[in-house]
């Protein structure tokens, strides 16, 4: 089973600023099999980027995915106050599993 | 507009069973792969099961496998989970996803806004 670590567990930014995600895969995810996804209290996932770097519909271009192999990450270019919120990576090369998820709080 | 409506949800106790199901509407159902993700309280996301478009193809997490079983209708535009054998691991919001294609190995583009399967012990 490949296993997906996110880091930081938590990041505090204040709007306006840049927030970088990183996922780290125990083997490596072929063909960039790899989404993002965004969960706000209360509320279901929503679909940010799949494919590692293509952007789902009607999600904004401040948020864009690099990287390949074992390491990902998710970019956010300036955060809105609507952008803080848990986010998932999540592979779907072998059999399917998440990340445990970093958390983005207001400083 | 494409919705995923869940229901079945409740309380149960420890070895008891229950049918979740999962009623979609607004995208040709058969042509897509759906799966179960759940969420225990305070917790991640686990993906549960899934079954391809054609209900030719079933997936289990080893959690839940010979325990859960997914199906689907695609003539009623429903998905289903029986759970079986419930125990108090498996108290979570369950969540009905579709993926972005007809394969279970794919992202889970929408997802519905889930029903809460509470196991007491």
């Known amino acids: 089973e490949i296993v997906l670590t996110q880091s930081p567990g938590t990041l505090s930014l204040s709007p306006g600023e840049r927030a970088t995600l990183s996922c780290r895969a125990s083997?490596?995810?072929?063909?960039?099999?790899l989404a993002w996804y965004q969960q706000k209290p209360g509320q279901a996932p929503r679909l940010l980027i799949y494919g590692a770097s293509s952007r789902a519909t009607g999600i904004p271009d401040r948020f864009s995915g690099s990287g390949s192999g074992t390491d990902f990450a998710l970019t956010i270019s300036r955060l809105e106050p609507e952008d803080f919120a848990v986010y998932y990576c999540q592979q779907y090369v072998s059999s399917l599993t998440f990340g445990g998820g970093t958390k983005v709080e207001i400083k | 507009e494409v919705q995923l409506l869940e229901s079945g949800g409740g309380l149960v106790q420890s070895g008891g069973s229950l049918r979740l199901s999962c009623a979609a509407s607004?995208?040709?159902?058969?042509?897509?792969?759906m799966s179960w993700v759940r969420q225990a309280p305070g917790k991640g996301l686990e993906w549960v099961s899934g079954?391809?478009?054609?209900?030719?193809?079933?997936y289990y997490a080893g959690s839940v496998k010979g325990r859960f079983t997914i199906s689907r209708d695609n003539s009623k535009t429903t998905l289903y989970l029986h759970l079986s054998s419930l125990r108090a691991e498996d108290t979570a919001v369950y969540y009905c996803?579709?993926?972005?294609?007809?394969?279970?190995?794919?992202?889970?583009?929408?997802w519905g806004q889930g029903t809460m399967v509470t196991v007491s012990s």
């Open positions: 996803a579709k993926q972005l294609t007809s394969v279970v190995t794919d992202a889970f583009h929408i």
């Open positions: 607004g995208f040709t159902f058969s042509n897509f792969a």
């Open positions: 083997q490596s995810v072929s063909s960039n099999y």
């Open positions: 079954i391809s478009g054609g209900a030719d193809s079933t």
